[in-house]
């Protein structure tokens, strides 16, 4: 089992996939995969199975791995308090360097704050303000994205594009070498500020029956500067897949 567990899934929450949070139906159920590079030296990719387990309700709403309370809703807009389960970890345990291997753990974390969603002719336009709650990072991140829906009878196709934002808590966490590892293991000490971190972002979705649907969701990362020059990271930026099947009642 602990081969999925969600782990070194930086940057991934799935309130970064539109596919996942437009429903027409109270309730869904189903299965999903989510496929992420992982941006440590020495990291492993992961494949992760993640159930589908969708909710709207005039007052509360679940999607999957996070929820939140209506304070505003109408069919142009909709304001939450919302809470997350954030996947970004790193286990040194699961890496192949063996200077990687002497770092700290960097544990999972519960996020919450709140999202913000306006659609109109023009588009999608969503944000979310979340903090950690569990004092593992005490970081924030705001996230803010803009998206065009395209439907062609049941297939449907959403490109956004979109930016990230980390406080420096949540980079020295996640990314930082403290004093005490740079001694233990020969990686230079790192101390990131905040940073942002825009995004590409594609999601596609095919209605099979009245109560089957198909997502496809895919997101590229190019990791700001902050990030990118970490000792621990060696990629530019990350790829993010999540590919899923639904049944609505």
């Not at 101390?191 to 109560?211: C, H, K, V």
Request: aromatic share 16%.
């Amino acid at each position: 089992m602990n081969h999925f567990k969600l782990k070194a899934l930086a940057l991934l929450a799935p309130c970064y996939f539109a596919a996942f949070s437009t429903y027409a139906d109270p309730l869904s159920l189903g299965a999903s995969v989510i496929y992420a590079e992982s941006p440590y030296r020495g990291g492993q990719d992961r494949y992760i199975p993640v159930p589908v387990i969708n909710y709207e309700g005039d007052s509360f709403w679940f999607h999957s791995l996070q929820g939140g309370y209506y304070l505003w809703k109408d069919p142009q807009d909709q304001l939450s308090l919302t809470v997350l389960g954030s996947p970004q970890q790193y286990d040194p345990k699961d890496n192949d360097l063996s200077d990687m291997k002497r770092l700290d753990k960097r544990r999972m974390t519960l996020m919450a704050g709140a999202s913000y969603r306006h659609i109109s002719q023009w588009g999608i336009l969503r944000t979310a303000l979340l903090g950690d709650v569990l004092n593992n990072s005490n970081g924030v991140m705001w996230d803010m994205t803009w998206l065009y829906r395209f439907d062609f009878g049941a297939f449907s196709l959403t490109p956004g594009i979109g930016a990230l934002w980390n406080s420096a808590n949540q980079n020295r966490y996640y990314y930082g070498v403290s004093s005490q590892e740079s001694a233990r293991t020969g990686i230079a000490r790192y101390q990131p500020d905040d940073s942002w971190s825009p995004y590409l972002e594609m999601n596609a979705s095919y209605q099979i029956s009245q109560s089957w649907n198909a997502t496809v969701s895919g997101r590229y990362t190019r990791f700001g500067s902050d990030i990118k020059d970490s000792p621990m990271v060696n990629k530019s930026g990350q790829v993010t897949l999540w590919t899923g099947i639904s049944y609505s009642f």
